[in-house]
Structures are given as C-alpha cells and as structure tokens.
Antibody, heavy 124, light 106 residues
Framework: QVQLVQSGAEVKKPGASVKVSCKASGYTFTGHYIHWVRQAPGQGLEWMGRINPNSGGINFAQRFQGRVTMTRDTSISTAYMELSGLRSDDTAVYYC?????????????????WGQGTMVTVSS | DIQMTQSPSTLSASVGDRVTITCRASQSVSSWLAWYQQKPGKAPKLLMYQASSLESGVPSRFSGSGSGTEFTLTISSLQPDDFATYYC????????FGQGTKVEIK
C-alpha cells in the first residue's frame, strides 16, 4: 500500500541539528512532491517546505530559511529534512506528507498521504 | 502570508448531530482549500480537497462548500469516530493551516 515511514524519535540539545527521514513505498517516489509539516505539543500544523523528488528543487516557508535543508535519495525512495540551530521551541512532531498532484510540478495541491510523525525534543 | 481562521475553536456535539465548522481566509484562495481530520497521537487525514471534493474512502456524511474567503465543513450526522480535531488548509499561495476545531462529546 502507499505509505510514508519516518525515522524514530530524537532528543537533541539546543544548538544541535536533527535529520529526519521519510521512506516512501507503494507509488513512484519521483512523481509527487514531499512536504514537511510540524506540530508543536498541543498546537496546530505548520508547513515548513517541500522538495521535488524528481529534480531536488526546494521551496521553504520564509521563517525556516537558512535553518532547514531538504534532500532526497531516489535510489531508496527516501526524503530527508534537516533542521539546524535547534531551540526549545523547535520541540514538535515533524511529519512528511505526499502532495496529491502527480507530476504536477507547477501547481499546488493538498496532502493525501502522511508519515506517522517523528517527535523531536530539544532540551538541555 | 494568507491567514486562515477557523470557528469555533471547540464544538460540543452529540452523536447524530449536524455539525458545521467555518474557515475564513485573509484573502481569496479561490477553491484551493482542503480539510483534514486529526485524532490524538495520529497524523492528519485528508477529508476534502478543492473545497468540495471528497477524498476517496471518506464517508459521504462529510461535505464541504465555499469559495473565495469563506468555507464550511459539514458533518451531516456525527458518528462516534468523528470526535477529533479538524483543520482547514489553503493551497492557493504556498500552504497555511487554520488553528483547528476540536469536536468533543457533549
């Protein structure tokens, strides 16, 4: 079945970096954007950015510019999100999600498949 | 950035009730609006896209309407599995979510 499986929970100290993986299966990995969304404890959803697995092209939310890196390895159908300069307010569940549009690189769409989430805790 | 505002923040209802959640955009998003359901400890689930299109596998008691800046999600007859938090999301200009509406048992 179509699914995204993320890496496990992480505990990091302030100032460190974290890298979360998102492995796709059941569909053509290079046919859909992968988005990253985070959710702080008890809070709402926040879009961070997206990667085009076909070209590697990236778009970020302005507030994460300079701190977030998104990459992919097409040989293993896996996307990665690395966040640097961690602060306590980066403590959140980080989700990857698939864009509904297939090979729809010029249009925006909703997110139809989500990973299970990765809890990242930033604490000294 | 486009801001999305949902109302109410919390809604108390009983099984069988008709429930309506409203989402307003700070500027027009045309029909580029989605609705998600999220249960505690789980990832969001896509319910509706393009304002009124039902995602495959989602029960027909869910419906969506609206365009421009005002949208609604309606559950025609609330079922026990529907108690959850609901989020709207615009995708006219990047992506922005509403703050969520928690549907709780009355």
């Amino acid at each position: 079945q179509v699914q995204l499986v993320q890496s496990g929970a992480e505990v990091k100290k302030p100032g460190a970096s974290v890298k979360v993986s998102c492995k796709a299966s059941g569909y053509t990995f290079t046919g859909h954007y992968i988005h990253w969304v985070r959710q702080a404890p008890g809070q709402g959803l926040e879009w961070m950015g997206r990667i085009n697995p076909n070209s590697g092209g990236i778009n970020f939310a302005q507030r994460f510019q300079g701190r977030v890196t998104m990459t992919r390895d097409t040989s293993i159908s896996t996307a990665y999100m690395e966040l640097s300069g961690l602060r306590s307010d980066d403590t959140a569940v980080y989700y990857c999600a698939r864009d509904r549009g297939s090979y729809n690189w010029n249009y925006l769409d909703a997110f139809d498949i989500w990973g299970q989430g990765t809890m990242v805790t930033v604490s000294s | 950035d486009i801001q999305m505002t949902q109302s109410p923040s919390t809604l108390s209802a009983s099984v069988g009730d008709r429930v309506t959640i409203t989402c307003r955009a700070s500027q027009s998003v045309s029909s580029w609006l989605a609705w998600y359901q999220q249960k505690p400890g789980k990832a969001p689930k896509l319910l509706m896209y393009q304002a009124s299109s039902l995602e495959s596998g989602v029960p027909s008691r869910f419906s969506g309407s609206g365009s421009g800046t005002e949208f609604t999600l309606t559950i025609s007859s609330l079922q026990p599995d529907d108690f959850a938090t609901y989020y709207c999301q615009q995708y006219n200009s990047y992506w922005t979510f509403g703050q969520g509406t928690k549907v709780e048992i009355k």
